[in-house]
């Protein structure tokens, strides 16, 4: 079991928006930053958002991120036949002093 | 360009020990605003967090594999290394080395960078 929670899978039509959730506790999200990563098929993950709501240069503003307290959220509008892949959130366990990720989300473009 | 560079056996039998080398090129393993950490990926599976050592040598480590975990920095090298023994078939992975910046409150945060990953497979 992955200490942060999100949902196996989600979909959308091409063009819709979606979001993924991800849930934690006061340990991990409640008191850290959250990152969000994308794991296209057979790559490396690849950072999307950091610090909560931040993206590196490079990352089209289609994709936007929130936290609220121990929850966060990452959004994707205008989807892409090419935004499908593996999201992963991800944030540091203040009393396992360790990181964690969560168990992964599945999107899938329609 | 910072580039990160797994490397070691792809094959390991039970019992034994893991051993990875991550070479990181276009940039310093001593800069004071990284960690530098290990992350795994079972096949089929999501990411699990294994490790991370700062320049100086501190680490962090999973606590689910503490005992069997050690990462070690060589700065000469501009390289970092994980040992993971005895290992077991549940450790068959792609193993990726990444890039963490520094928080403020001094624990490695989100990764920036990673490598492209190495499949090591457990087996006798």
């Known amino acids: 079991q992955s200490v942060l929670t999100q949902p196996p899978s989600v979909s959308a039509a091409p063009g819709q928006k979606v979001t993924i959730s991800c849930s934690g506790s006061?340990?991990?999200?409640?008191?850290?930053?959250v990152s969000w990563y994308q794991q296209l098929p057979g790559t490396a993950p690849k950072l999307l958002i950091y610090?909560?709501?931040h993206r590196p240069s490079g990352i089209p503003d289609r994709f936007s991120a929130s936290k609220s307290g121990t929850s966060a959220t990452l959004g994707i509008t205008g989807l892409q036949t090419g935004d499908e892949a593996d999201y992963y959130c991800?944030?540091?366990?203040?009393?396992?002093?360790?990181?964690?990720f969560g168990g992964g989300t599945k999107l899938t473009v329609l | 360009q910072l580039q990160l560079q797994e490397s070691g056996p792809g094959l390991v039998k039970p019992s034994e020990t893991l051993s990875l080398t991550c070479t990181v090129s276009?940039?310093?393993?001593?800069?004071?605003?990284?960690?530098w950490a290990w992350i795994r990926q079972p096949p089929g599976k999501g990411l699990e967090w294994i490790g991370s050592i700062y320049y100086s040598g501190s680490t962090f480590n999973n606590p689910s594999l503490k005992s069997r975990v050690t990462i070690s920095v060589d700065t000469s090298r501009n390289q970092f290394s994980l040992k993971l023994s005895p290992v077991t078939a549940a450790d068959t992975a792609v193993y990726y080395c990444?890039?963490?910046?520094?928080?403020?409150?001094?624990?490695?945060?989100?990764?920036?960078?990673w490598g492209q990953g190495t499949l090591v497979t457990v087996s006798s």
């Open positions: 006061s340990s991990n999200i409640g008191n850290n930053y």
């Open positions: 991800g944030t540091w366990d203040s009393s396992l002093s360790a990181g964690v």
């Open positions: 610090d909560n709501n």
């Open positions: 276009g940039g310093s393993i001593s800069s004071s605003s990284y960690y």
């Open positions: 990444a890039r963490s910046r520094l928080s403020v409150h001094m624990t490695p945060s989100h990764e920036g960078d």
